[in-house]
């Protein structure tokens, strides 16, 4: 089965932190994505990448980053972290030629607070 | 843009009941993939059941099964004699196909079973 892994279940951090979320894949996916989940929000997509080194914006890439300097790692950066950005983190990777059969597979999600 | 309607915040429904979850969604093209994910409390996402617009037949997994209208760009969640376990919230998600790897999710409706 695929497993993906995001580093922390919950994590505190406080306004104006530099936030690091990372996030391991084990099965050479090609993509993956970093979503924040709202309560009658849904999923957003804040980044993806295709390739290593490679990223695209998603719908709200504001006040985020994204690295990916090797296949298995995926990390959401949050420059300066502030309290609009506490959420739910949810990190998903898909294998480029089967996507539409099993579009993205998801990690447990990280519920990150920023004080 | 693709857009993803679930119009039902919350549901709930009696053991061993039925219920069916709304969704629709809005496209102008004519070969896409459109998905169903489940997301108990506290749990990883995972992917419940598929539909490839191309084919008329709906799509059956266990008590799981859809309602595809195309032409009305409908894609419904049956959920047979419900179990406990089947509490969760309930992503729809759309998927074009043509390149692009993202997901477009609906807002999710959350789903109780009273005993």
């Known amino acids: 089965d695929v497993k993906v892994t995001q580093s922390s279940r919950y994590l505190v951090k406080r306004t104006g932190e530099k936030v690091f979320l990372e996030c391991v894949q084990d099965?050479?996916?090609?993509?993956m994505f970093w979503y924040r989940q709202d309560p009658g929000l849904g999923l957003r997509l804040i980044y993806f990448?295709?390739?290593?080194?490679?990223?695209e914006k998603g719908d709200i890439p504001e006040g985020y980053s994204v690295s990916r300097e090797k296949k298995e790692r995926f990390s959401l950066i949050l420059e300066s972290a502030s309290t609009n950005q506490t959420s739910m983190y949810l990190c998903?990777?898909?294998?480029?030629?089967?996507?539409?059969?099993?579009?993205?597979?998801f990690g447990d999600g990280t519920r990150l607070s920023i004080l | 843009a693709q857009t993803v309607t679930q119009s039902q915040p919350e549901m709930s429904v009696q053991e061993a009941e039925t219920v069916t979850l709304s969704c629709t969604y809005d496209?102008?093209?004519?070969?896409?993939?459109l998905f169903w994910y489940k997301q108990p409390p506290s749990r990883q996402m995972i992917l419940v059941i598929r539909?490839?617009?191309?084919?008329?037949q709906n799509a059956t997994e266990n008590r799981f099964s859809v309602n595809f209208q195309k032409a009305a760009k409908s894609f419904s969640l049956k959920i047979s004699d419900s179990q406990l376990g089947d509490a969760a919230m309930y992503f729809c998600?759309?998927?074009?196909?043509?390149?692009?790897?993202?997901?477009?999710f609906g807002k999710g409706t959350k789903l109780s079973v009273i005993p």
């Open positions: 998600a759309y998927y074009s196909g043509a390149g692009s790897y993202q997901l477009t």
């Open positions: 099965m050479d996916h090609e993509n």
């Open positions: 998903a990777s898909s294998l480029i030629a089967r996507v539409e059969n099993q579009p993205q597979h």
């Open positions: 539909q490839e617009a191309y084919k008329q």
């Open positions: 496209t102008s093209e004519s070969d896409y993939y």
């Open positions: 990448s295709y390739d290593v080194k490679m990223k």
